[in-house]
């Protein structure tokens, strides 16, 4: 069974989603691209960017979670903390924390704020509660 994040806030509200105008392109292209591979990914990166505010980049907060950003996000149940940096799937380098946008957990915390919780399918079936602890920029991503 794979990972399927379901982000909405307890009592089934889904958290705000804030993305840049400057990645929203990239990020279609993206989806449209997958879309005959991987459709599952592709709509549900396409209903997320579909629900999105989206605004300049001189306009996207500091505490949203965005293309080059450091996210850290908590397991609620285990309390364990996670650091890694949302890139496009060309930049992706797990080694390195940095993971593909195209990937459930990648969308999931895409356009999160700091403070936003989401339910989160594990592997095993599980549900758990995550939490967006905090967001940092941390590299320059590719526009193109």
Do not use: C
Request: aromatic share 4%.
């Amino acid at each position: 069974m794979s990972a399927q994040p379901k982000t909405r806030r307890i009592g089934g509200r889904k958290p705000r989603v804030v993305i840049s105008a400057a990645s929203l392109e990239h990020l279609e292209g993206l989806a449209e691209g997958a879309m005959a591979r991987q459709p599952d990914l592709a709509n549900r990166l396409l209903d997320e960017l579909a629900r999105a505010r989206i605004v300049s980049d001189a306009k996207l907060p500091d505490n949203v979670v965005a293309m080059g950003r450091s996210v850290t996000y908590r397991d609620e149940f285990t309390d364990q903390e996670r650091t890694v940096t949302p890139v496009y799937p060309e930049e992706a380098d797990i080694a390195q924390g940095r993971i593909s946008v195209f990937t459930p957990i990648g969308i999931a915390l895409l356009g999160l704020a700091e403070g936003a919780s989401f339910q989160w399918e594990a592997r095993d079936g599980a549900l758990r509660q995550l939490t967006v602890v905090a967001v940092a920029r941390t590299l320059e991503t590719h526009q193109a």
